[in-house]
Nanobody, 125 residues
Framework: QVQLAESGGGLVQAGGSLRLSCAAS????????MGWFRQVPGEEREFVAA????????HYTDSVKGRFTISRDNAKNTVSLQMDSLKPEDTAVYYC??????????????????WGQGTQVTVSS
């Protein structure tokens, strides 16, 4: 079992920055690829970024490339999402996710093993 807890959401003006963190507990954190997803009410949850177990490989959805950076600290059991140059369209609930298989985070073709409860990010224009 893995428990995930997000923090760092809030309200920011367009062009500003936020840093989301996800603390993991309950199992071997370094065994898992980690990802960030977001969801707007009435829409499907969408992939934002993912990082493999070692931190050497990262993937981003096109709309956040160059603005968001995912990173992890296996010694502290945390994964972070640095969000810069935020836009109003980045407004969503952001979720942390964990799966032993990186491709499941990227493709969404199978249920992802673990989810956090989400943190709200609101970007005002």
């Amino acid at each position: 079992q893995v428990q995930l807890a997000e923090s760092g959401g809030g309200l920011v003006q367009a062009g500003g920055s936020l840093r989301l963190s996800c603390a993991a507990s309950g199992s071997t954190f370094s065994s898992y690829a980690m990802g960030w997803f977001r969801q707007v009410p009435g829409e499907e949850r969408e992939f934002v970024a993912a990082i493999n177990w070692s931190g050497e490989t990262t993937h981003y959805t096109d709309s956040v490339k160059g603005r968001f950076t995912i990173s992890r600290d296996n010694a502290k059991n945390t994964v972070s999402l640095q969000m810069d140059s935020l836009k109003p369209e980045d407004t969503a609930v952001y979720y942390c996710a964990a799966d032993r298989i990186m491709s499941i985070l990227l493709l969404g073709d199978e249920p992802i093993e673990y989810w956090g409860q989400g943190t709200q990010v609101t970007v005002s224009s």
